[in-house]
């Protein structure tokens, strides 16, 4: 098991791809502290793990209150004593308009959940990570390196977090701390699909063909590669943009349409997940046009 005796602190670890990475890690044999929002069901993810015969913990709060993030690295402290992982993961994509329709709100709701969370987080959880010679990874996408139309804030929040990632790995690796960044492209939770998200549906039909493999990314696809860089496999990897976008990033054109229906079909996966398409349920969201 790569991630044994290891304790890991998963923000957004209620839903989605957060989800997901609790499980998997819980495979991999860590200790989890699992943070949410008040309302995601993250004391049903951590009594899932439990259940399984893992050790587990949620601590539901808005990591973007300085006071909640504090206490909520401090009470995994005293919970298990260490910490080796923190992956900040928490975010929100809750607007879909043109920049002028953009509601300033949103722009601000959005660099609240996706990037004063991550900076709360590695700020309080740094000093600890030190003691253990532990790593961080961060939640980026494919948005943060190519930016993203009718969500424009969303993609910027995220190129905030690279370049946040890599300093943080740069100014920790004297204390043999790591910091990486996975870089997904559009991954199946309900942000993507469903009508819950801010994609309109006409344009949901139409995700696949933008991605040279052809279809969205499974959260687990996704966990697997937090599993990876957790992991003391990964040593050698840090300042790291790990993109696992399905080709996204250097597509030129919908050549998505071109791949068989049998080869879009995602893999099964191992991982018992109950609330892959939860994230945005009692969020508020605001389209503007097409
Ligand atoms: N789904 C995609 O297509 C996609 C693509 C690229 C990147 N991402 C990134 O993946 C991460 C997870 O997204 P997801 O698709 O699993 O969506 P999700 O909505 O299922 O997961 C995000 C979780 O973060 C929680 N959260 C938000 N703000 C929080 C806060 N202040 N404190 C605590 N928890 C908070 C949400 O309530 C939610 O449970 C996000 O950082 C997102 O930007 C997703």
């Known amino acids: 098991m790569r991630l044994e005796d290891k304790v890991a602190l998963i923000t957004g670890a209620g839903t989605g ?13 860590a200790r989890l502290w699992l943070n949410g929002l008040p ?28 006071a909640r993030a504090r206490a909520c690295v401090e009470a995994a402290l005293r919970r298990f004593g260490r910490l080796d992982v923190l992956v900040n993961n928490a975010g929100i994509f809750i607007a879909h308009a043109e920049t002028d329709a953009y ?15 991550a900076f709360l987080m590695t700020k309080f959880a740094l000093p600890h990570l030190r003691q253990t010679r532990g790593n961080i990874i961060f939640t980026g996408s494919e948005a943060g390196c190519n930016g993203s139309p009718m969500f424009t804030p969303y993609g910027g929040s995220k190129g905030f977090l690279h370049a946040f990632m890599k300093g943080v790995a740069l100014e920790q690796a004297r204390y043999g701390v790591r910091a990486n ?44 590669i937090f599993a990876f860089l957790a992991s003391d496999e990964a040593s050698y990897v840090t300042g790291a943009l790990w993109l696992a976008d399905g080709g996204v990033t250097p597509a030129k054109d919908n050549s998505g349409e071109l791949v068989p229906e049998d080869l879009r079909r995602p893999p099964a996966g191992a991982l018992p997940l109950r609330h892959s398409h939860d994230g945005l349920r009692g969020k508020e969201v605001y389209r503007a046009g097409k």
Do not use: Y
């Open 103 to 117: 509601r300033l709100e949103d722009f601000d709701r959005t660099l609240r959940h996706n990037v004063r969370t």
């Open 17 to 29: 791809i957060g989800e997901a990475i609790a499980h998997k890690f819980a495979r991999e044999g």
């Open 181 to 224: 960044c996975v870089c997904p492209g559009p991954i199946d939770t309900a942000w993507t699909r469903g009508t819950e998200g801010p994609i309109p549906l006409t344009a949901q039909e139409h995700i696949g063909a933008g991605v040279p493999l052809g279809r969205r990314g499974t959260p687990e696809e996704m966990a697997n």
């Open 39 to 66: 309302g995601d069901p993250v004391e049903e993810v951590a009594a899932a793990l439990r259940a399984g015969g893992g050790e587990a913990e949620a601590f539901p709060g808005d990591v973007s209150e300085e």
